[in-house]
């Protein structure tokens, strides 16, 4: 089946950081971070610590238009710091329905120039894609306070996240970088059938075009004799 979509919407974002929890939520109380109707956003941190202020302050997610929404401010709401292991991102859908992804987006930034960032990911534990992003200049100010990080995109295009599946990603960095207003895109599509389902259907209605004819002119036949 070949999808049919719109232009693509912000399914899940992640742009507010929980510094005490090991993992989070987009359905968490209180929790400011965005998620689409029936989609759910899950932070893994492996370990790694988070802040609850400072972070990228260009109010957009990675190197998108779409803007982080308010409130709170699209600044000043933490960042995720990645130290010596991966930090995941998963992302289920339960809309009941299927998408097109388009885009993986989040900000990095390190104090040091040259820092680079990889990112893996994989739809319900199948094989694991990895993609390089580095390496990347250095941020001024990225060790806490507000900064305009490097805008990074993982391009998704052609890979479809149906219903009841989940795609993650995990993302490393060396030396330590930081990771800010993470985002999933992508559209809802319904399936178009391929030219030979379109056949098929259309020999079925032929047939039954020619035997209700059939049977229409065996009945005027009866009729006159």
Same mark, same amino acid.
């Given at each position: 089946?070949?999808?049919?979509?719109?232009?693509a919407t912000l399914?899940?974002?992640?742009?507010s950081?929980?510094? &005490? +929890?090991?993992?989070q939520s987009?359905a968490d109380?209180g929790?400011?971070n965005?998620?689409?109707p !029936?989609f759910?956003?899950? $932070?893994t941190?492996?370990?790694q610590?988070?802040?609850a202020?400072?972070?990228?302050?260009d109010g957009?997610?990675?190197n998108s238009?779409?803007p982080?929404?308010s409130?709170?401010t699209?600044?000043?709401?933490g960042y995720?710091?990645?130290?010596n292991s991966t930090l995941?991102?998963s992302?289920t859908n339960?809309t009941?329905g299927?998408y097109?992804?388009?885009s993986f987006l989040f900000d990095?930034?390190s104090q040091?120039g040259g820092s &680079? +960032?990889s990112v893996?990911?994989?739809?319900d534990g199948?094989p694991?894609t990895?993609v390089g992003t !580095?390496?990347?200049?250095a $941020?001024?100010?990225?060790?806490?306070?507000?900064?305009?990080?490097n805008?990074?995109?993982?391009?998704?295009?052609?890979l479809n996240?149906?219903?009841l599946?989940?795609i993650?990603?995990?993302?490393?960095?060396?030396?330590?970088?930081?990771v800010?207003?993470v985002?999933?895109?992508?559209?809802?599509?319904?399936?178009i059938?391929?030219?030979?389902?379109?056949?098929?259907v259309?020999?079925l209605?032929g047939?039954?075009?020619?035997?209700?004819?059939?049977?229409?002119?065996?009945?005027v036949?009866?009729?006159?004799?």
């Open positions: 089946m070949a999808p049919s979509t719109s232009s399914l899940v974002g992640i742009h950081f929980n510094a &005490s +929890a090991t993992s987009t109380s929790s400011s965005y998620a689409l !029936g759910v956003g899950l $932070v941190k492996n370990s610590t988070s802040v202020t400072g972070g990228s302050n957009f997610y990675g238009t779409i982080v929404p409130p709170p699209a600044a000043g709401d995720a710091r990645i130290l995941t991102f992302f339960n009941g299927n097109e992804l388009t990095f930034a040091t &680079s +960032a893996t990911y994989r739809i199948g694991a990895v !580095g390496p990347l200049p $941020v001024a100010g990225a060790a806490g306070s507000l900064a305009n990080y805008d990074l995109f993982i391009d998704l295009v052609g996240l149906n219903n599946s989940t993650m990603f995990g993302i490393t960095a060396s030396p330590n970088g930081r800010d207003n985002a999933l895109t992508g559209a809802a599509f319904t399936p059938p391929e030219p030979g389902s379109l056949l098929a259309g020999c209605v047939s039954g075009l020619l035997l209700r004819t059939r049977r229409r002119s065996a009945a036949v009866a009729a006159s004799d």
